[in-house]
Each structure stands twice: as C-alpha cells, then as structure tokens.
C-alpha cells in the first residue's frame, strides 16, 4: 500500500466525520480543525529545520514553503483587522517568488478568509479550506472545493427560497460588496447552509480524480520526494 492511500484514507474518513459534525451541530469543535491546521502549520515550519540536521545546507524550497504558510497563517491570526493585510503580502510573495508549487495554497487561504470575514464562509468552512489545501496544494482542488461550494449552495438556496429568492440575496450580496458593507449576522444566509459536506463532496471528488489519473503527489504527501538545493 503507498503511504498516499493511506493519507487519502484518513482524509477521506475526516472529512466524513467532520460533515456529520457540521450538519448536526453547524459548528466544529476545536479538535476537527484548528488543531490539524495547527499540527500542519507546525510541520511545515519545522521540516526544513528537522531537515537541515541530516543535510549540511538549508532547504530552500521547504524553506521557503514553510515560511509562505506560516506568513498566511499569521494573516488568519489577525484577519480581524487591517494589520492582516503585511502578513498575506508577503506570504504571497514568498509563494510567488519561489518555484514552491504553493502558490495556489496560499491564495485559497487568503481567499477563505475574506470569504470568512464577508460572512460567505464559516470560520469552520476556512479552516477546512486551508487544511486540504495545505495537504493538497493544487489548483484542481481549489477549483473542486469552489466549485462545490457554489453549485452546493444554489442547490439548497433554490430549494428553499425559488430561483427568484435566491437571485435576489445574491444581488443583495453583490450591492453591499460594492459599497464596501458586510451583511448584518441576521442576513447571512450562505453561512445558514453547512459549508463542510460541500467542501468534503468537493475535496472527495479530488482525491478519487487524483486516484484513478494518477496526479503527481504534493503537498504532504510529496515532502519526502521534494528535490532540495
């Protein structure tokens, strides 16, 4: 069995763990997500030092990797305010700069936080977003998880309100991101919708496309295959 199947398994089998979570609660504990986002952050972080022990030069793309999530993870520490904002441009710099193949991980993170902090995203929902994104850094499954979302939500939006009804809270939506407002607790209605079962439809969709085709291994499941200079 490759050591790959074996993450896929246990991704596979959080993910469902978390959406029955989700659905029945509509929040996640602290153990379901900020831990393992804690634990890969530290991972990420400490690999190039755990790696500098064996090697008598520095890593410089885990290096570097590390450091573009670790400045991201800062951002989401203080997405509260404006300071988030020198965090996040460095982070994407160092993602950018490098040929790190993180460049997609960062931007989906950064991207889960506005949607968190416009009220599009459960805080929940962004910590999963980042999660598989830094397990998985690939633009197929930020365009997988995207994808889901959306198409998840004008499902269950059209169910509940019309065509009609949904049409109109978009337009709303759009109107006060035009003027620079957030919507009031009350008029959130994505955050209304669990957001993890579609992310996990999302995310499963991926890892069994990346199965079946074979898609070169990233992320966490290449550490021990990264080339380092």
């Not at 400045?71 to 020198?86: C, E, P, Q, R």
């Not at 902090?117 to 930020?142: C, S, T, Y």
Request: glycine share 10%.
């Amino acid at each position: 069995m490759r050591y790959d199947d074996v993450l896929y398994g246990v991704v596979i089998v959080w993910l469902g763990l978390i959406s029955a979570i989700d659905l029945r609660q509509r929040r996640l504990p602290i153990w379901a997500a900020r831990v393992p986002l804690a634990c890969l952050v530290g991972l990420y972080l400490g690999l190039p030092i755990g790696t500098r022990s064996v090697l008598d030069h520095w890593p410089v793309v885990l290096l570097v990797r590390g450091m573009a999530l670790g400045f991201a993870f800062l951002a989401a520490l203080l997405s509260n305010t404006w300071a988030a904002g020198v965090p996040a441009a460095i982070s994407l710099a160092l993602a950018f700069g490098w040929e790190t193949a993180f460049g997609a991980t960062v931007v989906a993170w950064l991207v889960a936080l506005l949607f968190a902090r416009a009220g599009l995203f459960g805080g929940g929902d962004a910590k999963v977003v980042m999660i598989l994104m830094a397990l998985f850094p690939d633009r197929r499954l930020a365009a997988a998880l995207l994808g889901a979302e959306l198409v998840g939500s004008l499902v269950v939006l059209r169910r509940r309100y019309g065509w009609r009804g949904t049409l109109q809270r978009i337009a709303h939506a759009v109107r006060l991101a035009r003027r620079g407002e957030l919507p009031a607790t009350g008029a959130r209605w994505a955050t209304t919708v669990p957001g993890v079962p579609k992310l996990a439809a999302g995310a499963l969709a991926y890892l069994v496309l990346a199965r079946l085709l074979d898609w070169q291994a990233l992320g966490v499941v290449a550490l021990l295959e990264v080339e380092v200079f």
